[in-house]
């Protein structure tokens, strides 16, 4: 079995509260721990100690992100956990540098990961409907939830890590479908785990 990180990456807002991230992680949990995982679980809203969370990404098989789109990307407290955590793992915890070493300095640039055991999945809430995403002629022009994301999917690559199918859930805020989101929610973690 295998030992899993889950950061519940929300911010709190008064018009966003993060019950549903909450949920996500708490079925996340329940459900792995249900098939004999080993699961940690780490609130970013919490006071976050930098060297415990090497240890965590050290100590993970897999790392779950549960975060809202905010603005197009990952909340402000969520970036900050990363400009702390994730550069003081550069020196060997997560990274070797960014990958380049003096005898090629312009070759291997983000290949010095670490982690090269260790997968990623991305579990995402975000207002936009499903079907702004994979079409031309809406918002986001033909790209899709991962296209969105891509610099995160760039950030894990950097420590050597490997993704696992993106879940998402669309729309929550004005036409939210949280029982369906759940079972699909539970369908994919039934899929992947």
Request: proline share 4%; net charge negative; aromatic share 12%.
């Amino acid at each position: 079995m295998s030992n899993i990180l889950i950061i519940n990456g929300h911010q709190y807002y008064p018009f966003s509260e993060g019950k549903l991230n909450s949920a996500l992680v708490d079925k996340a949990v329940s459900m792995l721990e249900g098939k004999g995982h080993t699961t940690r679980v780490v609130t970013i809203s919490d006071e976050i100690n930098v060297e415990k969370e090497l240890e965590n990404h050290q100590w993970a098989d897999i790392v779950i992100l549960q975060t809202p789109v905010n603005w197009m990307t990952v909340t402000w407290s969520f970036k900050k956990y990363m400009d702390e955590v994730y550069t003081a793992g550069m020196g060997g915890a997560l990274c070797v540098g960014d990958g380049r070493n003096e005898d090629a300095p312009k070759k291997n640039y983000g290949m010095g990961g670490t982690l090269t055991n260790t997968k990623y999945m991305m579990s995402i809430t975000l207002n936009a409907p499903e079907e702004s995403f994979n079409d031309p002629d809406e918002f986001f022009e033909g790209k899709s939830i991962d296209d969105l994301m891509f610099p995160m999917h760039m950030n894990f690559k950097f420590f050597g890590m490997t993704p696992i199918e993106t879940f998402t859930c669309f729309d929550v805020m004005k036409n939210a479908d949280v029982e369906n989101d759940f079972k699909r929610f539970e369908a994919h973690i039934n899929k992947h785990f």
